[in-house]
């Protein structure tokens, strides 16, 4: 319906060997003059299939984006703020992007509230009184008092309570529990890091019974595509999270039968 009206996207393949790597700087060789910027997920690709990368695949593309001086912008609306296992997943590889997008856990989870952050030469490169020059990048959800309240007090609770330590003992636990999946006919792969925890699914899936399974188990895991995935709170206890995944084992291993 919008073809042809917004700028068109490059779909790149995550460049995690020698071929692939050698493909993407290419990319960005042949087309820096038509790339805006490269934009990701660092470390764990959210909405796509909770697929996961490692720190040297984010550090080649940073590396690669800078030598072709094409901007690096990470959205970290959903590894930011401690998800990932460090504050930032950027963090991990070493990498400082030069626009990063951060949202939902600013606030705990609580309200809505957006922040969009930018290197200083992006920064002054639109710092106009001119309205045609400036970067007009307001989100909706940006600045409101009791939503900005709510971040500060989240970000209180992150100087003075061991987030990271709590992030550090589920992705143990994830990967603990979660392990009893890998054998069970159907399962693709599972996949953790930090407070993520994924079962990818193969054959035929019937998302709606997984779902209604799920209800009736006493627990609210949503599936989506292929994928079961749980993203728990950080202050979630060691009993609670053991329900959720004990939940994922018993349903999918009552998914070998139809399968």
Not at 86 to 106: G, Q, T, W
Not at 207 to 231: D, K, Q, T
Request: with cysteine.
């Amino acid at each position: 319906m919008f073809g042809g009206v917004f700028p068109p996207q490059m779909m790149a393949e995550l460049p995690t060997d020698e071929s692939l790597q050698i493909g993407f700087d290419r990319l960005l060789s042949t087309h820096r003059e038509r790339i805006a910027a490269v934009i990701l997920e660092p470390l764990v690709q959210g909405a796509g299939g909770m697929k996961m990368h490692d720190a040297d695949s984010l550090r080649f593309i940073a590396a690669t984006c800078e030598r072709h001086d094409v901007l690096l912008i990470l959205d970290e609306i959903m590894t930011g703020f401690g998800r990932s296992g460090r504050m930032f997943a950027c963090e991990e590889a070493e990498v400082v992007p030069d626009i990063i997008c951060l949202s939902k856990a600013l606030t705990g989870g609580t309200l809505p509230l957006a922040a969009t952050v930018a290197r200083r030469h992006v920064f002054e490169a639109f710092w106009s009184e001119d309205n045609g020059a400036a970067l007009m990048h307001g989100p909706t959800y940006m600045a409101n008092p009791l939503a900005c309240a709510a971040a500060n007090a989240s970000l209180d609770l992150f100087a003075t309570e061991p987030r990271l330590a709590q992030v550090a003992l589920i992705e143990t636990q994830l990967r603990e529990e979660l392990a009893a999946c890998k054998g069970l006919r159907g399962v693709a792969d599972v996949r953790v890091k930090g407070a993520i925890g994924a079962v990818e699914l193969s054959g035929e899936i019937d998302l709606e019974r997984l779902r209604r399974r799920f209800a009736e188990c006493g627990v609210w895991i949503r599936p989506f595509s292929n994928v079961v995935y749980l993203m728990p709170p950080y202050v979630i206890s060691a009993g609670d999270l053991s329900v959720l995944t004990s939940a994922i084992h018993q349903v999918l291993l009552e998914r070998t039968i139809n399968l």
